[in-house]
């Protein structure tokens, strides 16, 4: 479809596509603490992950994500996507959320900051992004093959994040193919 029949408008979103990817051994997950150098979520843990560039993927680019950021490669797979409401009138992230199993490489720490298997338990008693975890309880008993889960995101008049997943009703079920 020509660029011009693409619908742009004030009132719909343009996405910036990012991914965050969890790493999964066992009930640890592999966190990111971010270098005391970064201007967003220094000192905290977050899940690994990045912008995706242009001509990429987005498979591709959490692949790249990962082996830039620790060294690791792994079978990774959609868990799920968030809207998130940027605050600007028409510009919004969508956020591919991967999880991550057999795991290949050798653990590095890079500029991004250090890297760490985090026990799920242990994440509430952690500096961590605001989302992450909600996240993890999300898909902490998701399995590869399982149907993705919907959300969207916001902060509210006091600056506090809104993480609203859509109810789980796969797709296929409400008559969608």
């Not at 968030?82 to 919004?92: K, M, P, Y």
């Not at 298997?117 to 399982?146: A, C, F, N, T, Y």
Request: aromatic share 8%; charged share 25%.
């Amino acid at each position: 479809m020509p660029k011009a029949d693409q619908g742009i408008s004030p009132d719909r979103y343009q996405f910036i596509p990012r991914t965050v990817i969890f790493l999964r051994r066992g009930d640890e997950y592999l966190l990111i603490k971010g270098a005391p150098t970064k201007r967003l979520w220094a000192g905290k843990y977050n899940g690994i992950g990045g912008h995706v560039e242009r001509g990429e993927d987005v498979v591709s680019a959490a692949r790249r994500e990962l082996l830039e950021e620790t060294g690791l490669s792994a079978d990774l797979w959609l868990c799920g996507t968030i809207t998130v409401d940027a605050g600007d009138q028409n510009q919004g992230i969508c956020l591919f959320v991967f999880c991550g199993e057999k795991i290949s490489g050798e653990l590095k720490t890079s500029i991004e900051g250090s890297v760490e298997w985090i026990r799920v338990q242990s994440i509430v008693q952690l500096p961590v992004v605001e989302d992450v975890p909600d996240l993890l309880e999300k898909i902490h008993g998701m399995q590869p093959g399982d149907s993705p889960f919907s959300a969207r995101s916001h902060y509210d008049s006091h600056e506090k994040l809104v993480l609203i997943f859509s109810p789980d009703h796969p797709i296929m079920d409400q008559g969608i193919e």
